[in-house]
């Protein structure tokens, strides 16, 4: 089962077992069709007969007529509710009937062109997921569900750089769809990139894919028009602050992410811990770094959680498992309420109270960045620096469908701090407060902050050799 938190949470994608009742809609006999009008009682007659006897016989020949029409009436929508719902229980079938009946029609009686089964089968799924209204709930197509599953490894075919939704205020925001009110923005160009040799910028707003404007799209479906296979061209319409919009031109390329990126500030002293994202891969990777500082005698370090959308949920109870050695890190609350707690893992290289932790966050910092942001503040193990986070308190599970129709990710849990706080859409308010500074500028305001509460000043803030 593969449980993610974003999308920006759990096992490795897999094939998944889906509860159904009856068959699926890609089996529909396709002569399983009859109309949905209402059947007039037939019309009964004796041919060459113009009288008939009155009193008694009537009355017996008249209950004998309606009788015949009631079985003959009961059996036909007997016959039709079997033709046209197959497989569906009959607890359901009044629910399901005007689907089965559209898509009788659609197949049956359709003139403008020929009706491809498979894309009506698609289309009715991404009407169904579509209709929860869940940002974070969406149909895939086959290569979508792929790529997405590609992307969560730590490698992708795109131009390498985190995409985020901010409101009409300029601000982080989990508003969707985008339009005048909710624009896409660019939440961070990765290291080596085509978007950051191209020149985008954190911040930059955009407007359109190919000359097809966003508005109306949510962030994932205006992320799968900016991915693509590698060396293939893309166009993106910017706007940059207040200026006009320019075209950027870009080549696709394969990314693969570093998640995980350590320095060495104040003379060696503090160990940074840069985590980018929450693959698979990176759990172990910051393990070993995280380690490899406390073995070098560091007892002051510093994790960036800033611009990370999330990952997978085991992922996130792995590295906050590194500071907490055990205990409850966070609660899930099922669609039927139940409450389950994620305790810490044993074994963490930084469980000793005595190494001190500040963790950066600010809207970027998502889901699982918010998992072990939460994690650390709740149960008193980290000083949270910079800016809110994003809000994300949801998890979703990754669920293949058969037949090549692609899959789908599921809203199927929120998640709750240790302290049972949801956070979503309120994001997680630091202890320390600093807007983040210009990125025109080599300043960085917020690790600054942290460094002087570990008690080291800015100015040692260099990179060891």
Known sequence: MSLLLDPPEAASPGPQTLARPGVAVGEVAADAVESSAPMAAPAIAAPGIRRI?????????IVS???GATLFVSGWSLGRAAATTPGTPNSDADEFQAFWDAYGAVTQRYAGGLVDRKTLVEGAIKGLIDSLGDPYSQYLTSQQYRDNLRGLSGQFEGIGATLSTRGSNGLVSTCSPLGPDCHLAIQVPLDGSPALKAGLSAGDVVEAVDNKAVDGLTIDEARNLIRGPRDTNVVLRIVRGRGLPFDVHLTRAVIVQQEVVTRELAGGTVGYVKLTGFSEQSADQFATAIKADVDAGRRK???????????????????ASQFIASGVLFWQEDASGSMSETDALPGGAATDPGVRLVVLIDGGSASASEIVAASLHDR?????????????GTVQQWLPLEADHGGFRLTIAKWLTPKQVWIHGKGIQPDIVVPASDPATSKDAILDKALEILDVTASTNRLAA
Do not use: C, H, M, W
């Open 380 to 392: 008193g193990r980290a000083t949270l620096v910079g800016e809110k986070s994003f809000g994300k």
């Open 301 to 319: 370090i510093i994790v960036d959680l800033r611009g990370n959308p999330g990952g997978f949920v085991t992922t996130a109870q792995k590295i």
């Open 53 to 61: 006897a009155s009193g008694p016989l009537l009355a017996i020949a």
């Open 65 to 67: 007529v309606l009788a």
